[in-house]
Every structure is written in C-alpha cells, then in structure tokens.
C-alpha cells in the first residue's frame, strides 16, 4: 500500500521560511518522478515544483528563486524549502508521484501579511 504522508506545515509571517516533508512508503522511491502541489481556498490545484528521479528540479514562476526542492532517496522523502514566502502561498500543499497519481493527504501552509 503507497502512503505519502506530508508534514512541515504552519503558520508564518510573510518573509519566512518553512521546510516541508513528504515521507513515501510502499512504493520504490527512488525510480519515481515527484511533485509538490497546493490548493489555495476556492482555486484548482496548482503544480509548485517536481524533482526527477535524476534530481534535476522544475518550478513554477510564481516560485522560482524562493522555494526549493530536493529529495534524500535513502529516506524516501521529499523536500520543499520555502523562504521569502508571501501571502499569496497560503495554501494546503500536497506530495504526489506523477506517474501513479498517487496524491498525500496534505499540509496547511499558512502566510499572514
């Protein structure tokens, strides 16, 4: 059974940071392609980041420059370092492995101004 559990979320001022963590069990880890998502309240879900199972990493426009993202495959777990953030992350941000469409359960992320 394929489990991403998300963790790292909370509440922080505008121009902090937080780390986020998604820990994958069941699956191979380190074959799969892997995405950082977030829906804002009332909005679609809105890919933020993905990182190849080769490590190179692709990001969104509105993130570029401040997030980053990277994996440890030996604990199969996925990173998000976010700083500089704004108001406009507040969001619950989601894991997900592409290929299975495998989804987490999600972490609120929350930015006051």
């Known amino acids: 059974q394929v489990q991403l559990v998300e963790s790292g979320g909370g509440l922080v001022q505008a121009g902090g940071s937080l780390r986020l963590s998604c820990a994958a069990s069941?699956?191979?880890?380190?074959?799969?392609?892997m995405g950082w998502y977030r829906q804002a309240p009332g909005k679609q879900h809105e890919w933020v980041a993905s990182?190849?199972?080769?490590?190179?990493?692709n990001y969104a426009d509105s993130v570029k420059g401040r997030f980053t993202i990277f994996r440890d495959n030996a604990k199969n777990t996925v990173y998000l370092q976010m700083n500089s953030l704004k108001a406009e992350d507040t969001a619950v941000y989601y894991c997900r492995i592409p290929q299975r469409n495998y989804w987490g359960q999600g972490t609120q992320v929350t930015v006051s101004s």
């Open positions: 990182i190849l199972s080769g490590g190179s990493a």
């Open positions: 069941g699956i191979i880890f380190s074959i799969y392609d």
